[in-house]
């Protein structure tokens, strides 16, 4: 294979996080790549070399998962601090707050029209929400652990969900009922996620395994064995014919799907593989790992045309096993593991032309540590500045250049808050006293709980609505069908009274 193929290299690294890199999505219209960290901050960073990155604040705990919407307008993220966040990526780092989760929110997902999101929490629930009304629609609640993982299919008519609980369930979005369950797990599932197609989900998890089933069929497709450590993610490459998986063994692995074998095994990362992503062309796939840093990589092997490749495949001397793909009833385990002939890439990360790009930091507040302690953070300046894109395609030094260069300057030294011109947030601006401000947390407490008690009080009143429902529908066809037995009764009545009549005659006569 390596004969035919063009190996993967490594493009380009990225250096902001503080801490381990949890998550990363590619954005589909702008060249742009999203990260989560347990650093609390969410990064994106432009593919443009030259263009800036930016950094926001707002999660008060580790960010667990990130996506780019479909349009590529918004990004989502999850983290432990038991919230969604909705961001609009611009320079004024606002967001909306989505909270219904009692407990860490693992993981978050668009449906491919945009219109919904799915999350999937530690209160053992998968949770459904709607971006334009910007609230909670559903609840799925089946596992009986942490949930790590939820997925739309791509026609968004069903939702996979893995969990702790060592299941991977598939749901039905219309009835809102599981419809199939998935056990066969030594281990948590760690991850989940349907196809290019749909047809099939593919799930990873604690034990070292990757999974492929069929949906259509509920078969096992193919068994993958080829971490010696715990999976925690994966990705299709969007023809489907390729997926990378991340490990806690710290290596990256690249699977040929169509030939089920391992092809590729990446060593850049030091410490686990937390994220994995392909873009949404293919041509470039990002890996985020302990060490606190994305790696951002160039496919190439999926250049070539794959009949070529089989082709050539098939005039080897020792060919692979066939594939197992395309037997969907499998008489036995299909158990892949590594093979000595997968090909060991070790890039030096340290040796990347590419140098650091420089932080904006968006929703922090920028201040000495002299006004923190005296408690005058309102004296802060607090104007809005025009909503700036971050499109990399957009010149860096238009005449939005000077709130960036005063963000940038009070980065790196606290300098000249005026005039960096940023909106800091309320919480952050305010001098209220301590006991007034353990007030509003409580409050604010109270009404999460009162957000989710409403919840729960929807999902009881819809049960009950459909209850009720069928009752009626119930006691109509028992009406009709007393109804329909008088109706013959007296039809029989009056066959008697007529025959009757018509006997009397007779009689006389």
């Known amino acids: 294979m390596a004969s035919v193929m063009e190996d993967p290299t490594l493009e380009r690294h990225f250096k902001g996080h503080k801490d381990a890199v949890t998550c990363a999505d590619f954005n589909s219209k702008h060249k742009q790549l999203a990260s989560g960290s347990a650093d609390k901050t969410l990064m994106i960073w432009n593919l443009n070399p030259k263009a800036r990155a930016f950094r926001f604040f707002g999660h008060k705990d580790i960010i667990t998962g990130v ?27 606002e967001s909306m707050v989505f909270k219904a989760h009692t407990a860490t929110v693992r993981s978050v997902s668009f449906s491919h029209d945009g219109q919904r999101l799915v999350t999937a929490s530690d209160d053992k629930s998968v949770k459904v929400w709607s971006v334009h009304r910007q609230r909670f629609v559903y609840s799925l609640n ?12 791509p026609d968004g008519r069903l939702i996979a969900s893995c969990g702790d609980d060592r299941t991977v369930r598939l749901w039905d979005t219309a009835t809102k009922q599981c419809i199939n369950c998935f056990t066969e797990y030594g281990g948590s599932a760690t991850f989940v996620d349907f196809n290019t197609s749909g047809t099939c989900i593919a799930s990873s998890g604690a034990d070292n395994t990757l999974k492929i089933w069929d949906i259509r069929t509920n078969k096992l497709l193919q068994h993958y064995q080829v971490h010696s450590a715990g999976i925690n993610c994966f990705s299709f490459h969007p023809s489907g014919n390729y997926m990378i998986s991340g490990s ?21 990362h030091k410490g686990p593989v937390l994220a994995v992503a392909f873009s949404r062309g293919g041509d470039f796939f990002a890996s985020g790992g302990c060490d606190a840093q994305v790696l951002m990589w160039k496919t190439n092997f999926d250049s070539f045309d794959y009949r070529e490749v089989l082709s050539r495949h098939s005039q080897r001397v020792s060919p692979d096993p066939p594939p197992h793909l395309t037997d969907i009833y499998p008489r036995g385990p299909h158990l892949h593991s590594a093979q000595s002939g997968a090909i060991e890439i070790s890039p030096m990360v340290a040796d990347t032309q590419t140098t650091a790009p420089a932080v904006i930091e968006v929703g922090q507040t920028l201040y000495t540590a002299t006004t923190a302690i005296n408690g005058h953070a309102n004296n802060l300046p607090a104007r809005r500045i025009a909503s700036t894109s971050l499109n990399p395609n957009e010149d860096c030094h238009s005449s939005g ?61 819809t049960l009950t609505e459909d209850k009720l429902k069928e009752c009626l529908f119930n006691q109509s066809q028992i009406l009709l069908q007393v109804r329909g037995e008088e109706m013959d009764r007296r039809r029989e009545r009056v066959e008697e009274e007529r025959e009757g009549e018509s006997g009397s005659p007779v009689a006389s006569a």
């Not at 710290?250 to 990446?266: A, H, N």
Request: aromatic residues 6%; hydrophobic residues 35%.
């Open 142 to 153: 089946q596992h009986t652990n942490w949930v790590r993982c939820a997925r739309f299919s």
């Open 67 to 93: 996506q780019f919407s479909p349009a590529g307008d918004l990004v989502v993220s999850a983290s432990q601090d038991k919230t969604v966040r909705l961001w609009t990526p611009s320079i004024k780092g």
């Open 401 to 461: 250049q000077g709130s960036i260069s005063g963000s940038q300057s009070g980065q790196m030294g606290g300098r000249r808050e005026e005039e960096q011109g940023m909106r800091y947030p309320l919480e952050m601006r305010s001098d209220l006293p301590m006991n007034f401000s353990s007030t509003l947390e409580r409050i604010v407490q109270q009404l999460d709980v009162l957000t989710q008690t409403v919840s729960v009080l929807e999902e009881r009143l």
């Open 248 to 268: 806690s063994d710290s290596t990256v692995k690249i699977l040929d799907l169509l030939e089920g074998r391992l092809i590729y095994t990446l060593h850049g």
